[in-house]
Nanobody, 121 residues
Framework: VQLQASGGGLVQPGGSLRLSCAASGSIFSINFMGWYRQAPGTQRELVARISSGGSTNYADSVKGRFTISRDNAKNTVNLQMNSVKPEDTAVYYC????????????????WGQGTQVTVSS
């Protein structure tokens, strides 16, 4: 399964940015899709994730500013980032937890290639 992320870039503090990610391949179902981020010298951390049923989890640092959404039919997930701050600067990674047609009993995880988000004036 491949995850293709897009939408990163440079944005001013207080601005908005939208990240998108599309999953493709031998997918039976995707349990969770989410976004993680990693700043230099830090560990990768969860930003937000969403279940196939629409339940969401957010890092405390982004609650009220970021919104995650997904289209189950298209296997896509989006992250709307509003009121961004310099501390949101990081490489953002798309993630999917899914089942394959040929191994329905197992859960797999895949990562996208990462997209840089830089918040700076």
């Amino acid at each position: 399964v491949q995850l293709q992320a897009s939408g990163g870039g440079l944005v001013q503090p207080g601005g908005s940015l939208r990240l998108s990610c599309a999953a493709s391949g031998s997918i039976f179902s995707i349990n969770f899709m989410g976004w993680y981020r990693q700043a230099p010298g830090t560990q990768r951390e969860l930003v937000a994730r969403i279940s196939s049923g629409g339940s969401t989890n957010y890092a405390d640092s982004v609650k009220g500013r970021f919104t995650i959404s997904r289209d189950n039919a298209k296997n896509t997930v989006n992250l709307q980032m509003n009121s961004v701050k310099p501390e949101d600067t990081a490489v953002y990674y798309c993630n999917a937890v899914y089942r394959r047609y040929d191994r329905l009993s197992d859960l797999y995880t895949s990562w996208g290639q990462g997209t840089q988000v830089t918040v700076s004036s």
